[in-house]
């Protein structure tokens, strides 16, 4: 089975210019979750999708970032315009339905993303 | 905020001992518990959950919970050199996942 997969892997751009991160889940999960990860810190949420719809962007910086997940597979999330504090590692996860209100999260490998 | 605390490391042990990480949340109503390993470089990947007070199983490593004490730990035991990395402590409340720092492992053979 495959696992989720980013791309792309690394990108270097300067601040105020936009950037696009893709996320396709493993087949059959309903759940898509954004990651944002800085050095030496845990994975922080920035948005969850239940199939096509965001249920929870309550942490997502919405006057740069945006999010879409159509067709409830696929998701893409852009920064416009970059600040250097957006440098960090961007992950994908995605799980299934959960039973027992447990979601085993299974990540992509991350884009790391450098602003400078 | 919900907030998951791990112990700060680095944790060195010894090729074969065993390795003991920490992780206390502040959520009460938080209703299962996520150890991740992530290799430098890489993502994180999931060891096991729990999400019954006691002690779950699963070849070397061990998890622990206690709900009352908002307390859950790993136990890594016969420690190997593939087992250094960076362990991650998650605490699921309302759908999330919510991640301590992590505690970094070294195991010196």
């Known amino acids: 089975e495959a696992g989720v997969v980013q791309s792309p892997r690394y990108k270097i751009i300067e601040k105020k210019q936009p950037v696009a991160f893709w996320c396709n889940p493993i087949?059959?999960?309903?759940?898509l979750y954004w990651y944002r990860q800085n050095l030496g810190q845990g994975p922080e949420l920035l948005i969850r999708y239940e199939n096509e719809e965001a249920v929870d962007d309550s942490q997502l910086p919405k006057d740069r970032f945006s999010a879409e997940r159509l067709k409830g597979v696929d998701s893409t999330l852009k920064i416009q315009p970059a600040e250097l504090g957006d440098s960090a590692v961007y992950l994908c996860?995605?799980?299934?339905?959960?039973?027992?209100?447990?979601?085993?999260?299974?990540f992509g490998p991350g884009t790391r993303l450098t602003v400078t | 905020q919900k907030e998951v605390e791990q112990n700060s490391g680095p944790l060195s042990v010894p090729e074969g001992a065993i390795a003991s990480l920490n992780c206390t949340y502040s959520?009460?109503?938080?209703?299962?518990f996520f150890w991740y390993r992530q290799y430098s470089g890489k993502s994180p990947e999931l060891i096991m959950f729990i999400y019954s007070n006691g002690d779950k199983e699963d070849g070397r490593f061990t998890a622990q919970l206690n709900k009352a004490s908002q307390y859950v730990s790993l136990l890594i035991r016969d420690s190997q050199p593939s087992d250094s990395a960076t362990y991650l402590c998650a605490v699921n409340g309302d759908y999330k996942l919510s991640f301590g720092a992590g505690t970094t492992v070294t195991v010196r053979a």
């Open positions: 996860a995605s799980s299934d339905d959960p039973g027992q209100g447990i979601y085993e999260q299974y």
């Open positions: 959520d009460r109503g938080s209703q299962s």
């Open positions: 087949s059959g999960h309903n759940t």
